[in-house]
Every structure is written in structure tokens, then in C-alpha cells.
Antibody
Framework: QVQLQESGPGLVKPSESLSLTCAVS?????????WGWIRQPPGKGLEWIGS???????YYNPSLKSRVTISVDTSKNQFSLKLSSVTAADTAVYYC????????????WGQGTLVPVSS | QSVLTQPPSVSAAPGQKVTISCSGS????????VSWYQQLPGTAPKLLIY???KRPSGIPDRFSGSKSGTSATLGITGLQTGDEADYYC???????????FGGGTKLTVL
């Protein structure tokens, strides 16, 4: 059974960088699939941030591309998100999920982690 | 301002049927697969439908998906109070080269 778990700091200050890690268990990232990040501002809908393949190939949301870096560490079976120059608008629950590229659905999802951006 | 358009809310009585629409364009739904997600209050989204009309194991056949042209529909029959949730459609947008979601539809089972 594939499981994903997000981790990272609980609070980020404006203008700083947000960094999160998603640990994958029950499946080797190196075996395939893309792995993605999706966020959800409080009370709002879902927004795809980007996805990465085990080789390091990435897709990013064009609206966030200039601030986003997604990386993968196959030795630790995890992938990470870095979002730079954050503002209050980046306050959201951040989810990681396995991304079946080509058919483009996300399953399963991590439980999500709320990252407030505040001074 | 989501790329895919869903009604903000729908409602129906227990035991009844409801449909949720998702409208897009030729760059997304028209030429790519549609997926649907259920988000119960306070939880992560859960895949309900993939590849337009397929159900993952464990999803009851009360949930169904269909696609026609640049629109898709999620159907739920035999409504239960436990189905009260937010429902999101998703697809790939070939022009944006990215995944896109609808704004979500809140289902109320009266």
C-alpha cells in the first residue's frame, strides 16, 4: 500500500522560502510514476504546483514556475518542494501525491500540511 | 478563475441521484482524460474516477463518470449523508503543459 507523508516547518515568514518534503513508503520512487505537489488555500480549491519523475524531469505550473523547485532523492525515497519569496497568498494546505502522467490523475495523496505565511 | 468550471454547489435528498458538471476546452477535457476527487471535510482529496469513467478499487458503483466533447459529468446515485463533501474535477491542459482542476462543487445531502 503506497503512502505519502508531508513534513516541513509549520510557519514561514514573508519573503522567505517554503520547503517541504514528501516521504513515500510502500513503493519505490525509482520504479516509475511522476510525483506531484498540490496546494489548497483555506476555503478555496486545488492548485497543482508541479510534478517530478525519478529521473529529475519536471513539470511546473506556469503561474508559479519562477518560484518553484521540485527535487527528488531516490536514496531516501522522497521528493521535495521549495517555493521562494512567499507571501500571505501562499498560505495553504500543501499535499503531495503520486501523479499518473499521461492519464493525469493523482492517487494516493498525503494527508496534507498547513503552511501559514506570516511575520 | 479555475481553468475547469464547476457549479459551486448542488443538493439532493438521501437516496436520490445528483450530477456534477465540469466544463473545459479542447486544450484540456476535449483532448485529455478527466479525473474526479472527493474531499470530505478536513481530509485530503481522494480519487473517485480516473480516465473519464474508471473507478479505483473500493469505490462503489454508485459513483460514475462520463465525458462528452469538452465537458464531463460525475454522477452519484443512492445519495447518503456520508457523501456530503467537496468534489473536484481534474484534467491535463496541453496549452499550459500542466494539470488543472475545477473550482470544486459542494454537495449537500438534504
Amino acid at each position: 500500500q503506497v503512502q505519502l507523508q508531508e513534513s516541513g516547518p509549520g510557519l514561514v515568514k514573508p519573503s522567505e522560502s517554503l520547503s517541504l518534503t514528501c516521504a513515500v513508503s510502500g513503493y519505490s520512487i525509482s520504479s516509475g510514476y511522476y510525483w506531484g505537489w498540490i496546494r489548497q488555500p483555506p476555503g478555496k480549491g486545488l492548485e497543482w504546483i508541479g510534478s517530478i519523475f525519478h529521473s529529475g524531469s519536471t513539470y511546473y505550473n506556469p503561474s508559479l514556475k519562477s518560484r518553484v523547485t521540485i527535487s527528488v532523492d531516490t536514496s531516501k525515497n522522497q521528493f521535495s518542494l521549495k517555493l521562494s519569496s512567499v507571501t500571505a497568498a501562499d498560505t495553504a494546505v500543501y499535499y503531495c501525491a503520486r501523479h499518473t502522467s499521461g492519464y493525469d490523475y493523482f492517487d494516493p495523496w498525503g494527508q496534507g500540511t498547513l503552511v501559514p505565511v506570516s511575520s | 478563475q479555475s481553468v475547469l468550471t464547476q457549479p459551486p454547489s448542488v443538493s439532493a435528498a438521501p437516496g436520490q441521484k445528483v450530477t456534477i458538471s465540469c466544463s473545459g476546452s479542447s486544450s484540456n477535457i476535449g483532448n485529455n482524460y478527466v479525473s474526479w476527487y472527493q474531499q470530505l471535510p478536513g481530509t485530503a482529496p481522494k480519487l473517485l474516477i480516473y480516465e473519464n469513467n474508471k473507478r479505483p478499487s473500493g469505490i462503489p458503483d454508485r459513483f460514475s463518470g462520463s465525458k462528452s466533447g469538452t465537458s464531463a459529468t460525475l454522477g452519484i446515485t443512492g445519495l447518503q449523508t456520508g457523501d456530503e463533501a467537496d468534489y473536484y474535477c481534474g484534467s491535463w491542459d496541453s496549452s499550459l503543459s500542466g494539470a488543472v482542476f475545477g473550482g470544486g462543487t459542494k454537495l449537500t445531502v438534504l
